[in-house]
């Protein structure tokens, strides 16, 4: 059932109307599922407060009133956020929070890997929710709460995030990815440089694949520009963020940030101090969250630190610490760091240490007063293991707010499931039935029917000819049973040589139908997890992004099928 919300219009003034339609994504991970319908023994165990209770905003904002001082001060955080915003030209909105922040606002925050063009179109999804849960955050406790994108440039798996995916010009799934010139190094994605000429590669692959429209020449032209002048993809990630949302107030940090790390020098002196309690902690949860029998979502390692280091000794690579024997050490035991030495090294170079998906949820608290964090499906269940991990530094994990899900539905393609009475229900849950079953009543012929009959009748009049064979002689019996189903296998292929035949004559509706379900369900996955936002403001221009802002929010979630 279609829910109308209202027209929008893109740059050159045509009126796009916009509907939305319910349908829920499966959620994969139980624990997840659990926290997002408000099952009781999971909040209060694992999490502590639930998004879908008004009281517990309440609670939680007064909370962080009161745990000021295990904080980075507001002062400091404001003057990292301005120096790393230099770059940009900044929106009103965006100066009016980070006057908010200098004053001690709180945040909605949630953070992702930097992809190629900002990836997936999850990620859109992400910043979308974190805007929305923000303001009404802000409208229940009638204060200042800002959103924030924490961009996870620490993280150094380039494979995750040197491509995305497009349906290109002859309409099949695209993959552009970028190459890293020291294909061995594990530094993080904020260091790892990219030359003009890597970018200009695979803009001119863009350039190619991407299909024509009124908008293609201005946004590759604004990709270039905004390429050009990135170093990395962190910073090419971060400059299409701040021009899709600077008007919405978003703010941006990367995790890799210099300036950020000298501030976050007494979290990381914390987490030393208190590593084998943190390590307990963490363990601790995982046996409870086995114990009610989920599947972790993270490792929990006994002899880890959940700490890495940029090690000059390994070249920088990006080293996961662990512990041996009272000493730091590298996975391989090659290189050993002390308490001592770490401590040193932090006083004098803090760009060097790093955290991992346990501890980042720990630094995240300590730089910002995070009233909510938004998260997908997979990093709810892992952050559960944080909770105890929290309370050991005198913290409490922040309300866990869903992301919200859209799948986008171009005009044509609602044409199309019309046309072949489709359902969103049908592409997403029985897809190949539905076209096995449309093509079916396509074949006036009875093809199938007829083939299944000849090899009934075959196999009828075959079988006592075999049994008379063996009569006669046992070792027939084996070579009757290898014969016949060889002639069944001819028919089969003469049955399905038949059958492409007359689907040929069905090729233009084959593709629409095949268009459908790659725009829907790319790979046999969600819209969201595999295509680009590119391909939207390729053809829409901002309109697409409108749509998606005003979709409907929940603070517990929810898939939202956005008709443009």
Request: aromatic share 8%; hydrophobic share 40%; charged share 20%.
């Amino acid at each position: 059932m279609y829910r109308y919300i209202g027209s929008l219009h893109n740059i050159q003034g045509v009126e796009i109307v916009v509907k939305v339609e319910k349908y829920e994504l499966p959620i994969t991970q139980q624990l997840s599922a659990d926290y997002i319908n408000g099952k009781q023994q999971v909040i209060q165990q694992l999490y502590g407060y639930f998004s879908g209770n008004k009281e517990d905003w309440a609670a939680r904002s007064a909370r962080l009133d009161s745990l000021g001082e295990k904080r980075m001060p507001s002062g400091q955080l404001a003057s990292v956020l301005r120096q790393y915003h230099a770059r940009f030209q900044l929106s009103e909105q965006q100066e009016r929070n980070l006057q908010h922040i200098e004053q001690g606002a709180q945040v909605v925050i949630g953070g992702q890997q930097a992809g190629l063009w900002t990836g997936q179109l999850l990620v859109i999804h992400k910043v979308v929710t974190i805007i929305k849960a923000a303001a009404e955050a802000s409208q229940q406790l009638g204060r200042p709460v800002v959103p924030v994108f924490w961009i996870a440039g620490e993280d150094h798996d380039w494979d995750e995030v040197n491509h995305t995916h497009l349906i290109s010009t002859d309409l099949s799934l695209k993959k552009l990815t970028i190459a890293k010139e020291d294909s061995q190094q594990r530094t993080s994605v904020s260091r790892t440089a990219i030359s003009s000429e890597q970018w200009q590669e695979v803009l001119a692959e863009l350039a190619e694949h991407l299909p024509s429209s009124e908008f293609k020449e201005g946004l590759i032209s604004q990709l270039n520009d905004i390429c050009q002048s990135s170093a990395s993809l962190t910073e090419c990630f971060a400059a299409i963020i701040q021009q899709l949302f600077a008007e919405h107030g978003l703010l941006l940090i990367d995790s890799d940030y210099h300036l950020l790390r000298e501030q976050e020098q007494p979290m990381f002196r914390k987490l030393l101090e208190h590593n084998d309690q943190l390590g307990a902690a963490y363990g601790a949860t995982a046996d409870l969250i086995r114990g009610m029998d989920y599947t972790l979502q993270a490792d929990v390692t006994a002899n880890s630190s959940n700490l890495f280091l940029f090690a000059e000794e390994l070249g920088n690579d990006r080293v996961l610490l662990y512990k041996e024997n009272g000493e730091f050490q590298d996975r391989k035991g090659q290189h050993r760091w002390s308490y001592d030495q770490l401590l040193q090294l932090l006083e004098n170079e803090p760009s060097r240490f790093s955290n991992n998906v346990l501890t980042r949820p720990l630094m995240q608290d300590y730089v910002f007063p995070v009233l909510g964090t938004v998260l997908g499906p997979g990093e709810i269940s892992y952050w559960a293991l944080t909770g105890k991990a929290f309370a050991v530094l005198g913290m409490e994990m922040p309300i866990i707010i869903p992301r919200m899900s859209y799948t986008l539905v171009e005009g044509i393609i609602a044409k199309n499931m019309e046309k072949y009475g489709l359902s969103f229900a049908d592409v997403m849950d029985r897809y190949q039935e539905c076209k096995k079953q449309w093509l079916q009543q396509q074949d006036e012929l009875g093809i199938e029917q007829r083939f299944t009959a000849v090899k009934e009748q075959f196999i009828a009049m075959y079988e006592p000819l075999l049994q008379m064979a063996s009569s006669i002689q046992n070792g027939l019996a084996k070579l009757g049973d290898t014969n016949m189903a060889k002639i069944i296998e001819q028919i089969q292929y003469m049955e399905s040589k038949t059958i492409d035949a007359q689907q040929k004559q069905f090729e233009a509706a084959i593709r629409q139908l095949d268009r459908i379900e790659l725009s829907l369900k790319p790979n046999g996955k969600p819209q969201e997890r595999v295509l680009t936002m590119i391909s939207y403001w390729n053809r829409y221009d901002r309109a697409w992004l409108d749509a998606l802002l005003h979709a409907p929010y929940s603070r517990t979630g929810g898939h939202e099928i956005v008709y443009l």
